[in-house]
């Protein structure tokens, strides 16, 4: 029996671990990895106290203060959330293991969007990527496609082309969505080509990746960009299907909760990028997650969601 138990070890879950842990409650940390989206960049240039630092490095620091204070951390997948009684939660994970636990805290964040076209699915892992820091290093002196055109492809492109023979920057747009910082680095780039108002239709290849299909907006002309990788950098989506109707959720299937981090079901709090929370930013999980983590505990309590002012006497 745990007093909390948090799903999901990014910035938003294992900071509130350490948040819980200082609290003295028995706490579990249930993730499929460690470090979520955060450790993913080599290079985080807008966390305080940081002028630059490695994504995974500080995720490492987190997971690391979390433990001090006496976090568990396992890893695996939530199938089922359910409701024991008014003051009990159940998990079931997808290795049948369940645990039992007081209260709860969503915090799972977000997983890739998919391309949906053929050959995605047969090359992923042999020449389909979601993570150009994790798989960049195979492609030196190779070529490779990134396809998207937000901060996470453009950090892509900044990344993979000092080592890549030659990178293309596929984006079904004219413009790009992310920061303008960040579009004026990659342009001066020589062996960058933009394949902009293209979509992807078809992945290619035999053992590996050989080639990338796209096709135009406008005239809905083919063409094949030969390559050896394709990453696709094109956003995120909450897998929340598992709460079913325990708590409210958004049209992005987002779980909503209000100031105080709590969603519709008492008991259950929630932080971090699976929430309705627009701006998802690792300063503002971390942030999230030690609100949230701080309500849960105002809760188990028995203070019935008042909480107290810590900056009066």
Not at 291 to 312: P, R, T
Request: aromatic share 8%.
């Amino acid at each position: 029996m745990y007093d909390v138990i948090i799903i999901g070890g990014g910035a938003a879950g294992l900071t509130a671990g350490i948040y819980t842990g200082r609290k003295n409650l028995k706490t579990l940390i249930i993730s499929v990895n460690v470090g979520g989206q955060t450790s993913i960049p080599s290079s985080i240039e807008n966390y305080p106290g940081f002028d630059e630092v490695n994504g995974f490095e500080l995720m490492t620091k987190f997971q690391a203060q979390a433990m001090k204070w006496g976090a568990e951390i396992i890893s695996g997948k939530i199938v089922k959330l359910e409701k024991k009684s008014d003051k009990l939660f159940k998990l079931t994970l997808a290795n049948k293991e369940e645990y039992e636990t007081k209260s709860v805290i969503l915090a799972f964040g977000k997983t890739p969007n998919s391309l949906d076209i053929p050959g995605e699915d047969k090359f992923m892992g042999k020449g389909v990527s979601t993570c150009v820091t994790c798989d960049g290093p195979l492609y030196r002196n190779k070529t490779a496609a990134i396809i998207g055109g937000g901060n996470s492809a453009l950090g892509g492109v900044r990344e993979l082309a000092p080592i890549a023979k030659k990178v293309y920057l596929v984006h079904r747009r004219d413009a790009f969505r992310g920061d303008e910082v960040e579009v004026k680095r990659i342009k001066g780039l020589k062996n960058v080509e933009f394949v902009l108002s293209h979509v992807p239709v078809e992945i290619k290849g035999n053992q590996f990746v050989e080639g990338l299909i796209v096709q135009s907006i406008n005239d809905k002309k083919k063409k094949t960009l030969a390559v050896d990788g394709v990453f696709v950098e094109i956003g995120f989506k909450v897998d929340s299907d598992f709460l079913g109707d325990l708590v409210k959720r958004n049209e992005q299937k987002e779980v909503i909760t209000n100031s105080l981090n709590e969603t519709s079901q008492p008991g259950i709090f929630g932080a971090g990028d699976v929430t309705n929370v627009p701006f998802k930013q690792t300063v503002i999980s971390a942030g999230e997650g030690a609100k949230a983590a701080l309500q849960c505990y105002h809760y188990l309590s028995g203070s019935k969601g008042k909480v107290s002012i810590d900056w009066k006497q």
